[in-house]
């Protein structure tokens, strides 16, 4: 039986981030990273330093904070771009420069109208380069599950002999299928002739809603590094699920006999971080992190649960860090058992903010029967994010109906404490209280998707809005929750508006 330890390598800030609409900060990028390393990941992709001076500057923030993981940043094959990565990494205790050329017939003829000699040549002279400023360096050839794969032999050879300590084959479109993309990996295990001095990772994307059994099936078959994403975010339909990856490895370890560096008790609290972040809402049915993941809702099987949990249940929730709550808070809940019940969920506050979401919850707790986890994660989300914002939304009152026309007023706290109080009309309530804080905040956007989800069953839940608006060609998340949803629209606008601000901040600083 195989043994040994699989590197997990998240790529949730730079292939993740890649999805449409994820819009992430630096700020916010760090606050991933940081608990990519409490998670356990052993190489954080941090992102593309090339393609934009933000993500230029995320990277860097990142290589300087990060101490216990690995700081990777991808570069195209070309000299600008690899001496660009390496200035964003180079103060990382850990720095690893990931180079990537197309690879298949298809890329090279339709879009980089290159011959297979020059792209193995390009290859072997970039991860040169890349080995001159560190010797940890990543190889990609990209689009590999459509490229001959003595082909890919040849590139491997190559670009191992000019030093690159890990060999990663993507399915960039996600057209693979296990056993065929299994006998690929097994293929360059067997006849590429230096494969000893690397590392092959292999990284799935999951347009056919294989991702995770490609890569599962990759492991078993040799590979030794696995690429994926929190959530399983990503380019089209997303990237390999880090936590359905770690969870199968641990579950099946019968099978697989190997481990991981992830520490699985961080994994809900990670993945509720990246959905608050990017504003991509995981499905309630999503395995191991969706809201159902671990609900029964059969009698036959509430009754084996209730008798023995391993009846229906392979996985304890405790292990993937959702807690397996008995205690519902309520209105006569005090301080303590509150802060515990934080702490439970992995949030610690210092006092002042715990006074402040303490306040919150009474207030919740006095119109809410039972305050459950989900509403106190939400809490502590709508705290978090009025933490950093610039304009504070202190008031708003809507009147409508089926025969009025929908009014707002509202009044925000500007960031020199000033109240600042504007009323609008709207073709709805909604619409009525954006018109309302654009009289003041004065920032021209489109709004471009408006959801509300309720965070809880019953009449009494919190309803949660996500947004997004565009300026200037660029996508800004906004989430709001309350129990009356026109507030949280209200405060969902105000969270994008806000991000929009930091941004423009950001960049003329
Ligand atoms: O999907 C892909 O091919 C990639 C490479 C850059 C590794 O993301
Ligand atoms: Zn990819």
Not at 131 to 146: C, I, L, Q, W
């Amino acid at each position: 039986m195989k043994t040994g330890r699989v590197t997990i390598f998240d790529t949730t800030l730079r292939d993740g981030e890649q999805a449409a609409g994820a819009g992430l900060s630096a700020q916010e990028k760090l606050q991933i990273a940081k608990q990519l390393e409490r998670l356990g990941v052993d190489v954080i992709e941090a992102g593309f330093p090339i393609s934009s001076p933000g993500d230029f500057e995320a990277v860097q923030l990142i290589a300087k904070e990060i101490q216990g993981s690995t700081v990777c940043a991808l570069s195209h094959a070309n000299a600008e771009a690899i001496d660009g990565a390496w200035e964003a990494i180079r103060e990382a205790k850990r720095p690893r420069i990931h180079v990537f050329l197309s690879a298949s017939d298809i890329h090279l003829f339709y879009q980089l109208k290159k011959t297979r000699e020059e792209i193995l040549e390009m290859s072997r002279d970039m991860v040169a380069r890349a080995k001159g400023y560190t010797d940890d360096v990543e190889f990609s050839p990209m689009d590999a599950t459509r490229t001959e794969p003595t082909y890919i032999y040849q590139i491997l050879e190559a670009v191992i002999a000019a030093g690159a300590t890990t060999v990663n084959i993507p399915d960039t479109v996600g057209c693979a299928i296990p056993q065929e993309f299994g006998d690929l990996i097994e293929g360059i295990l067997n006849n590429v002739s230096n494969i000893d001095k690397a590392v092959v990772s292999v990284h799935c994307h999951n347009d056919l809603g294989l991702a995770v059994a490609n890569s599962l099936e990759a492991i078993r078959r040799g590979a030794r590094q696995v690429e994926c994403t929190i959530n399983g975010i990503g380019e089209r339909a997303g990237n390999a699920s880090l936590e359905e990856i770690v969870m199968a490895l641990k579950t099946r370890n019968d099978l697989f006999n190997l481990t991981t560096n992830i520490d699985t008790t961080q994994i809900y609290k990670t993945s509720r971080l990246v959905s608050e972040l990017t504003g991509f809402i995981v499905q309630p049915n999503k395995a191991i992190i969706g809201a159902n993941a671990f609900r029964h809702q059969s009698g036959i099987h509430q009754d084996g649960v209730i008798k023995k949990a391993m009846t229906y249940e392979i996985m304890d929730p405790r292990t993937v860090g959702i807690p397996a709550s008995t205690l519902v808070l309520g209105k006569l809940s005090g301080r303590h058992a509150f802060k515990e019940r934080l702490a439970e969920l992995g949030h610690f506050l210092d006092e002042e903010a715990l006074s402040h979401a303490f306040r919150a919850f009474k207030e919740l707790a006095d119109k809410k029967r039972a305050v459950t986890d989900r509403d106190i994660e939400s809490l502590i989300a709508e705290e978090l994010r009025t933490a950093s914002e610039f304009y504070h939304l202190d008031h708003v009152e809507v009147s409508c109906g089926d025969h009025s026309i929908p009014t707002a007023t509202v009044r925000l706290i500007a960031p020199d404490g000033q109240a600042l109080a504007d009323a609008a009309l709207g073709t709805g309530p909604v619409d009525a209280v954006y018109k309302a804080i654009n009289r003041i905040v004065r920032v021209p956007n489109e709004l471009t998707e408006f959801t509300v989800n309720s965070v809880t069953e019953g009449i009494d839940a919190i309803g949660e809005v996500l947004i997004r608006i565009e300026s200037n060609g660029v996508t800004y998340t906004g989430r709001g929750a309350a129990m009356d949803i026109i507030v949280a629209s209200a405060k969902a606008y105000m969270n994008a508006l806000n991000r929009l601000l930091a941004a423009k901040k950001a960049r003329t600083e």
